[in-house]
């Protein structure tokens, strides 16, 4: 064995994962509370004299196996209830945008659960101060774009979904749109048919999980109820051929999540993730973290974890970078030169 061979799969793995770090990338898919790191939730904690049910940072870690979405759920809220202060809620996002920005990630779509909060106490005017701060702080910074969508949790009912509308109305220049998410199972999107209707005559734009622990159905109402502009997850979508066409005829975009989609046990191991056969059907997918504090890596982890369990080669690559901006709400000249600094950044990683 001479030094090339011996040295090949270790390249490989370092050719991978430098040509993900070098591309420009929006993220779609982003809980802001899932980029809880255990560090920064006992530093908070203890500012605001909160007990956590963990002793150390590695208690916490080690809690972190989770069996089903119900499961993860249930950590992933009591992770959140150490927010309290409007500095909270930025410092969280700080933590989130400096990561992303080493990712290369130049634009984000941001979920944040407003009732997760609401319901401890915690002024609407508070969570998304915070947020917006360090928003406004990465664009500043980093050039770093964004939009803020706010979700209602599926697990609670439709008068409390309309509350909170209501809240967000003073903050109406902050949030973009409105999304769907919590337990999946037995909460149907037809559940919030009438309060996504008011959204959507506010002027927000809708999207919703759906198809991720749920059946195919729940995807078709997220579209024809809910008139959602985008599917989060959508893996359910492949045991319905007729719903694959439509997304397909109608460039609904996936916003599909690798390591989540592992480490809550939706697929049995990446080897078997869909994605590349949602790009083989011509499904508009892009590659997101979901709640990275939570399962295992960023958006780039996410890249190249599916990269090499399902040898998706550069132009896959290429390929998703440039549907996470064209699914993007990004306007039509800031869409026009992301593309061009991703065009210039594969250019320059594929020497001819
Ligand atoms: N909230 C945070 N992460 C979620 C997920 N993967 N599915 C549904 N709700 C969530
Ligand atoms: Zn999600």
Known sequence: MNDRTANRPARAATDVAGFVAALPKAELHLHIEGTFEPDLMFAI?????VRLPYASVEEVRAAYSFSSLQDFLDI????????IEEQDFHDLAWAYLTRAHADAVRHVEIFFDPQTHTARGVPFATVVGGIGRALDDAEARFGLTSRLIMCFLRHLDE???FDTLDAAMDHR?????VGLDSSERGHPPSKFREVFRRARSAGLRAVAHAGEEGPPEYIREALDL???????????ALEDDDLVADLVRRRVPLTVCPLSNVRLRVVDDMAAHP???MLDRGLFVTVNSDDPAYFGGYVNDNYVAAAEALGLDRSHLVQLARNSFDASWLDGPAKAARLAELDAAAAASNPK
Not at 45 to 49: C, F
Not at 76 to 83: D, K, T
Request: proline content about 0%.
């Open 275 to 277: 994605l590349k056969r």
């Open 226 to 236: 809910l008139e959602v502009v985008r599917i989060d997850h959508g893996n359910a």
């Open 173 to 177: 220049d902050r949030i973009a749109g």
């Open 76 to 83: 992933y809220y009591a992770g959140a209830s150490v927010l």
């Open 45 to 49: 904690a203890e500012r605001n004299g």
């Open 159 to 161: 008068a409390a979904a």
